[in-house]
């Protein structure tokens, strides 16, 4: 890692500029290089996210002191295999990362550091990648209207870019990840709204914006007049055409305390987007349920209950990724069963129409948690987002409904082995509801998550031992005559 004043060679802007005739390049015939990736995840499973670049592309990962992101080293002939990542929200290539960034004492002096800093930046390799990784979505034959048009829920243009394990589609530029502090993307005039893929080579400008992210509190000055001037001396530089909204190319400076990262974006819209159509008010991120997941590591054969699915987030996630267990998903409103239903049907018909014929192992009930028609000790891991109380139910309500949901959930669970993977953010409630329960479950593990600004916890449960419906009484008269006497002893000395 270098830092502020290091000899940084600027790249003119030919150098840099993207060929108009890449569409016939070998997407790993030309020189492989190496580059730094970054990747946004949900905070909290940036170990898991480490392990999974690990498993899958079989690198180490560093894990920034930025809460919430990854970086890593690939070779261009990796890039497809990033995308495939399921763990990561937002990806992007570093142009240059400074771990202590000398800022300024004035905003002034700052600011014209951030416009010199623009021409020093090393930009080739990384705007070789961001090439590249156009060019495979070229060769997908994949083709939207003009980037940065981010779909919405439900709308046809999200369904046209949603992705699953059988087909990666690879975005364009993106933006950056949500929840991040003090974002704001540079705004310039916009007027040329000609698609850059349509223009002929000689007319072609490349369009771009400048999006800063910025944490923490001894900066002299705000993102936005940071993205502005360092967006007006890119733009300078490379002759580029500033635009917030159809831009071709989206520049990332992320700046938290004075660790400064500049970075080129690789996705155009979050990849946690990528199996839900129908959202619902409470939809959970499928990078988070991956790591959820990844949490109570699935089995073959095993049956997976999420019982409060809302709009099945968690276990099509399941069903899609740990394809060998089987998912039932419930929830007691019909319109969050149906919007289940709605979601997995979309996800077969995607699938059905690239001439997969294999289905889902997932089926879906309406069902009151606390009365599940599900016979006892017959579930091996339970994985659900509670209500928290706010967007969902009543903190009031949650002092009845989590020590009922717990105690019917130990009745399904396997004792010794069953786990649970439980989201809340009503902790307070959920830790006395847990020391209620006579044992039926043991904390494993917290992992301490974000969820829509909210401070939450991912706690792993394991199924005790101890049947359910038993007094402690009950199981020591369940004891055989030597049991009861070797515990007396052990009570007695
Ligand atoms: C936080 S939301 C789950 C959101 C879900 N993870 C998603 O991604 O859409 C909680 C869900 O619990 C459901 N719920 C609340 N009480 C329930 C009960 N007694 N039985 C079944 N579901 C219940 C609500 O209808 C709601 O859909």
Same mark, same amino acid.
């Given at each position: 890692?270098?830092s502020?004043?290091?000899?940084?060679?600027?790249?003119g802007?030919?150098?840099?500029?993207?060929? @108009?005739?890449?569409?016939?390049?070998?997407?790993?015939?030309?020189?492989?290089?190496t580059?730094?990736v970054?990747?946004t995840?949900?905070?909290?499973? #940036?170990?898991?996210a480490?392990?999974e670049?690990? #498993?899958?592309?079989?690198?180490?990962?560093?894990?920034?002191k930025d809460?919430?992101?990854?970086?890593?080293?690939?070779?261009?002939?990796?890039l497809?295999q990033?995308?495939?990542?399921?763990?990561?929200?937002?990806?992007?290539?570093v142009?240059?990362?400074y771990?202590?960034y000398?800022f @300024?004492e004035s905003?002034?002096?700052?600011?014209?550091?951030?416009?010199?800093?623009?021409?020093?930046?090393?930009?080739?390799?990384?705007?070789?990648?961001?090439?590249?990784?156009?060019?495979?979505?070229?060769k997908?034959?994949?083709?939207?209207?003009?980037?940065?048009?981010?779909?919405?829920p439900?709308?046809?243009?999200h369904d046209?870019?949603?992705v699953d394990?059988?087909?990666?589609e690879?975005?364009?530029?993106?933006?950056?990840?949500?929840?991040?502090?003090d974002?704001?993307?540079t705004?310039?005039?916009?007027?040329?709204?000609?698609?850059?893929?349509?223009?002929?080579?000689?007319?072609?400008?490349?369009?771009?914006?400048?999006?800063?992210?910025?944490?923490?509190?001894?900066?002299?000055f705000?993102?936005?007049?940071?993205?502005?001037?360092?967006?007006g001396?890119v733009? !300078?530089?490379f !002759?580029?055409?500033?635009d917030?909204?159809?831009?071709?190319?989206?520049?990332?400076l992320?700046?938290?305390?004075?660790?400064?990262v500049i970075?080129i974006?690789?996705?155009?819209?979050s990849?946690?987007?990528?199996n839900?159509?129908?959202?619902?008010?409470?939809?959970?991120?499928?990078t988070?349920?991956?790591?959820?997941?990844?949490?109570?590591?699935?089995?073959? @054969?095993?049956?997976?209950?999420?019982?409060?699915?809302?709009?099945?987030?968690i276990?099509?996630?399941?069903?899609?990724?740990?394809?060998?267990?089987f998912?039932?998903?419930?929830d007691?409103?019909?319109?969050?069963?149906?919007?289940?239903v709605?979601?997995?049907?979309?996800?077969?018909?995607r699938r059905?129409d690239?001439g997969?014929a294999?289905?889902?192992?997932?089926?879906?009930?309406?069902?009151?948690?606390?009365?599940l028609?599900i016979?006892?000790?017959?579930?091996?891991?339970i994985?659900t987002d509670?209500?928290?109380?706010?967007?969902?139910?009543?903190?009031?309500?949650?002092w009845?409904?989590?020590?009922?949901?717990?105690r019917e959930m130990?009745?399904?669970?396997?004792?010794? @082995?069953?786990?649970?993977?439980?989201?809340?953010?009503?902790k307070?409630?959920?830790?006395?509801a847990?020391?209620?329960?006579?044992?039926?479950?043991?904390?494993?593990?917290?992992?301490?998550?974000?969820?829509?600004?909210?401070?939450?916890?991912?706690?792993?449960?394991k199924?005790t031992?101890?049947l359910?419906?038993?007094?402690? #009484?009950?199981?020591y #008269?369940?004891?055989?005559?030597?049991?009861?006497?070797e515990?007396?002893?052990? !009570?007695?000395?």
């Amino acid at each position: 890692m270098s830092s502020q004043g290091e000899d940084t060679e600027g790249q003119g802007p030919e150098t840099a500029l993207p060929s @108009s005739s890449c569409t016939d390049c070998d997407t790993t015939g030309g020189d492989v290089i190496t580059v730094t990736v970054g990747a946004t995840v949900p905070t909290g499973f #940036e170990h898991t996210a480490a392990e999974e670049v690990k #498993e899958k592309i079989g690198v180490d990962a560093r894990i920034s002191k930025d809460r919430g992101r990854i970086y890593f080293p690939i070779t261009t002939d990796k890039l497809f295999q990033v995308h495939l990542l399921r763990s990561v929200d937002n990806l992007f290539v570093v142009v240059q990362e400074y771990e202590h960034y000398q800022f @300024s004492e004035s905003k002034e002096e700052t600011l014209i550091d951030l416009q010199q800093l623009a021409s020093k930046l090393p930009w080739t390799n990384a705007l070789e990648v961001w090439k590249l990784n156009s060019t495979l979505k070229k060769k997908k034959g994949h083709r939207r209207g003009g980037n940065g048009s981010k779909g919405k829920p439900n709308s046809e243009a999200h369904d046209a870019t949603a992705v699953d394990n059988e087909q990666q589609e690879l975005p364009q530029a993106s933006p950056t990840a949500e929840g991040q502090s003090d974002v704001e993307p540079t705004a310039q005039t916009d007027t040329c709204s000609q698609d850059v893929e349509e223009a002929t080579p000689e007319a072609k400008v490349i369009k771009f914006r400048v999006t800063c992210s910025r944490a923490g509190d001894k900066h002299s000055f705000s993102s936005n007049e940071a993205a502005r001037d360092f967006g007006g001396a890119v733009q !300078e530089f490379f !002759e580029w055409k500033a635009d917030m909204t159809k831009f071709d190319i989206e520049v990332l400076l992320n700046i938290h305390n004075n660790e400064v990262v500049i970075g080129i974006a690789l996705t155009e819209e979050s990849l946690h987007r990528r199996n839900i159509s129908h959202f619902g008010p409470t939809t959970l991120r499928s990078t988070l349920c991956y790591g959820m997941l990844r949490l109570c590591k699935p089995q073959a @054969s095993d049956i997976i209950l999420d019982p409060m699915c809302g709009t099945g987030a968690i276990p099509l996630e399941g069903a899609i990724e740990f394809h060998n267990s089987f998912y039932i998903a419930g929830d007691n409103n019909d319109m969050a069963v149906n919007r289940t239903v709605n979601n997995i049907c979309h996800i077969q018909k995607r699938r059905a129409d690239k001439g997969s014929a294999s289905g889902l192992p997932i089926d879906t009930v309406q069902w009151d948690l606390c009365n599940l028609p599900i016979r006892t000790s017959s579930v091996d891991i339970i994985i659900t987002d509670m209500p928290f109380g706010k967007r969902m139910g009543s903190r009031k309500k949650n002092w009845d409904l989590y020590p009922s949901c717990l105690r019917e959930m130990a009745r399904v669970s396997r004792p010794g @082995s069953g786990k649970a993977v439980l989201l809340t953010q009503d902790k307070k409630c959920f830790a006395k509801a847990i020391s209620r329960m006579g044992g039926l479950w043991r904390k494993l593990h917290t992992v301490w998550v974000n969820v829509g600004g909210l401070h939450a916890g991912v706690y792993l449960l394991k199924r005790t031992g101890a049947l359910f419906g038993q007094t402690p #009484e009950d199981v020591y #008269e369940s004891r055989g005559p030597v049991e009861r006497q070797e515990k007396d002893d052990t !009570e007695l000395s």
